[in-house]
């Protein structure tokens, strides 16, 4: 679809975003939006008609693109079919999201508990945790992102807990692997993997193992960096929770649906976990869904005992249509292997490529169509380009670099001194080096900051 510019009906639009709408995470006097005209495929465009290539698929969750028509017409074909009915009840849309869901999760993850979002899947596998073990507590990582309701949050290990941490919450946060920024001195990935675990073990020990309900991970940390795990660390973090009699959480809200190359990023690393969260990619986003998989030993603990929990729009008919038409497409499409094939012969390599011509990037790591660069001031003393949660003048260097990157016509995902490659997981090869191209030059921005 070719813009059509309209700068009147976008600054109308401005005003009224402007004068009524709360948006999240910010300064509400500080920010400016973009107003969005319209958005296909890999891209989207503004009231003036400019024209963008998403490298965030919005936040990590338009797997198969935008306005994908097989997508759009199962929503309107189930809107006029039944728009809405309670969860209680046994609907087609459901039942059938629910099956193709479980025929993709690793092991017996055969229940799915339907929710809205990602961080009310990680608040219900949590209160299902506590429930199945009688135990209080739960552990996750620093450099971790699990939602912004209240449990959810203070799982979180990045800066956005802050404000919202009650410190009473039950949760113990710990270090989990991640080499370029080694907090175990290690020189290797054996190393990290091996003292990563000791300290986890070290952890549980000290907190007491039988007060420990839960271990959540992102199975690949999606904005705290895209650290993929060694190998051996969940099979390690596996072996560790049944030792303890430990539920074990992955959060697979970002890296699932296709986004490493594989259905879960779980089967990445051959691990079956007792719960596993996922939202996003679902169903890409169109209509909003998350949820839980459960495992056969956790839904028998809610066998013949209610479980206190639910949703009104549980499984909402709308949603479900949208999730069973996207996984039918990501497998007629091939979508997960053109994830997995651009990832490993296009844009991994490319972006090496990239490092090797930029001061500015530090490490390039990631999977599939999820990857991310570090950016540093210094490669040999890996500064940072930005302080850690730095803000206003403190993040110039990176705003400088996000505004290089839109002015190329590419929409980047940033986070602190990070910018994450992203890309809708059916993006074409001309498209991915259409983006790589302006990546390119917006890098040479960040090179300026060098030293």
């Given at each position: 679809m070719?813009p059509?510019?309209?700068?009147?009906?976008?600054?109308?639009v401005?005003?009224?975003?402007?004068?009524?709408?709360?948006?999240?995470?910010?300064?509400?006097?500080?920010?400016?939006?973009?107003?969005?005209?319209?958005?296909?495929?890999?891209?989207?465009?503004?009231?003036?008609?400019?024209?963008?290539?998403?490298?965030?698929?919005?936040?990590?969750?338009t797997n198969?693109?935008?306005?994908?028509?097989?997508?759009?017409?199962?929503?309107?074909?189930?809107?006029?079919?039944?728009?809405t009915?309670?969860?209680?009840?046994?609907?087609?849309?459901?039942?059938?999201?629910?099956r193709?869901?479980?025929?993709?999760t690793?092991?017996?993850?055969?229940?799915?508990?339907?929710?809205?979002?990602?961080?009310?899947a990680?608040?219900?596998?949590?209160?299902?945790?506590?429930?199945h073990?009688?135990r209080p507590?739960?552990?996750?990582?620093?450099?971790?992102?699990?939602?912004?309701?209240?449990?959810?949050?203070?799982?979180?290990?990045?800066?956005?807990?802050?404000?919202?941490?009650?410190?009473?919450?039950?949760?113990?946060?710990?270090w989990?692997?991640?080499?370029?920024?080694?907090?175990?001195?290690a020189?290797?990935?054996?190393?990290?993997?091996?003292?990563?675990?000791?300290?986890?073990?070290?952890?549980?020990?000290?907190?007491?193992?039988?007060?420990?309900?839960?271990?959540?991970?992102?199975?690949?940390?999606?904005?705290?960096?895209?650290?993929?795990?060694?190998?051996?660390?969940l099979?390690?973090?596996?072996?560790?929770?049944?030792?303890?009699?430990?539920?074990?959480?992955?959060?697979?809200?970002?890296?699932?649906?296709?986004?490493?190359?594989?259905?879960f990023?779980?089967?990445?690393?051959?691990?079956?976990?007792?719960?596993?969260t996922?939202?996003?990619?679902?169903n890409?986003?169109?209509?909003?869904?998350?949820?839980?998989?459960?495992?056969?030993?956790?839904?028998?603990?809610?066998?013949?005992?209610?479980?206190?929990?639910?949703?009104?729009?549980?499984?909402?008919?709308?949603?479900?249509?949208?999730?069973?038409?996207t996984?039918?497409?990501?497998?007629?499409?091939?979508?997960?292997?053109?994830?997995?094939?651009?990832?490993e012969?296009?844009?991994?390599?490319?972006?090496?490529?990239?490092?090797?011509?930029?001061?500015?990037?530090?490490?390039?790591?990631?999977?599939?169509?999820?990857?991310?660069?570090?950016?540093?001031?210094?490669?040999?003393?890996?500064?940072?380009?930005?302080p850690?949660?730095?803000a206003?003048?403190?993040?110039?260097?990176?705003?400088?670099?996000?505004?290089?990157?839109?002015?190329?016509?590419?929409?980047?995902?940033?986070?602190?001194?990070?910018?994450?490659?992203?890309?809708p997981?059916?993006?074409?090869?001309?498209?991915?080096?259409?983006?790589?191209?302006?990546?390119?030059?917006?890098?040479?921005?960040?090179?300026?900051?060098?030293?």
């Amino acid at each position: 679809m070719t813009p059509q510019p309209n700068p009147e009906a976008g600054a109308a639009v401005k005003a009224a975003d402007r004068d009524h709408v709360f948006h999240s995470w910010s300064a509400q006097e500080l920010i400016d939006p973009l107003a969005v005209a319209g958005a296909e495929g890999s891209y989207f465009w503004d009231y003036d008609g400019r024209r963008y290539l998403d490298f965030s698929s919005g936040l990590v969750y338009t797997n198969v693109g935008y306005q994908h028509p097989k997508i759009v017409d199962a929503i309107q074909e189930q809107a006029a079919k039944m728009t809405t009915f309670a969860p209680a009840f046994a609907i087609e849309a459901r039942s059938e999201a629910a099956r193709l869901i479980a025929e993709r999760t690793p092991g017996d993850l055969d229940k799915i508990f339907f929710t809205n979002g990602g961080a009310d899947a990680v608040e219900h596998a949590i209160r299902m945790a506590r429930l199945h073990t009688g135990r209080p507590k739960v552990l996750s990582a620093y450099r971790s992102y699990h939602g912004g309701t209240q449990q959810a949050v203070n799982v979180t290990g990045d800066p956005r807990r802050w404000a919202s941490d009650s410190g009473t919450a039950g949760v113990v946060h710990f270090w989990a692997p991640y080499l370029y920024r080694s907090r175990f001195y290690a020189e290797t990935e054996e190393q990290e993997c091996a003292r990563a675990l000791e300290h986890l073990e070290t952890t549980i020990r000290f907190e007491g193992p039988s007060t420990v309900a839960a271990i959540i991970l992102e199975t690949i940390p999606g904005t705290a960096g895209i650290m993929v795990p060694p190998p051996g660390y969940l099979a390690g973090v596996r072996e560790i929770c049944d030792k303890h009699g430990i539920v074990f959480v992955l959060d697979e809200v970002m890296a699932g649906f296709g986004r490493t190359g594989e259905w879960f990023a779980a089967d990445l690393f051959d691990v079956t976990p007792d719960l596993l969260t996922f939202a996003k990619g679902v169903n890409s986003g169109y209509v909003p869904l998350g949820g839980v998989a459960i495992s056969g030993a956790i839904a028998e603990t809610f066998g013949k005992r209610p479980y206190p929990g639910g949703l009104t729009y549980s499984g909402h008919p709308l949603a479900c249509a949208a999730a069973v038409a996207t996984i039918d497409v990501m497998a007629e499409e091939g979508v997960v292997e053109n994830a997995a094939r651009l990832g490993e012969s296009v844009l991994g390599p490319e972006l090496r490529a990239l490092a090797e011509r930029h001061g500015s990037v530090g490490e390039v790591r990631g999977v599939g169509m999820f990857w991310a660069l570090e950016l540093v001031r210094d490669r040999e003393t890996r500064e940072p380009l930005v302080p850690y949660n730095a803000a206003g003048e403190a993040n110039a260097p990176m705003a400088a670099f996000a505004a290089a990157a839109k002015k190329g016509g590419l929409w980047p995902f940033v986070n602190m001194n990070r910018t994450h490659v992203v890309p809708p997981c059916n993006i074409s090869e001309a498209e991915l080096k259409e983006g790589l191209a302006a990546l390119d030059s917006a890098l040479s921005v960040a090179d300026e900051y060098t030293g």
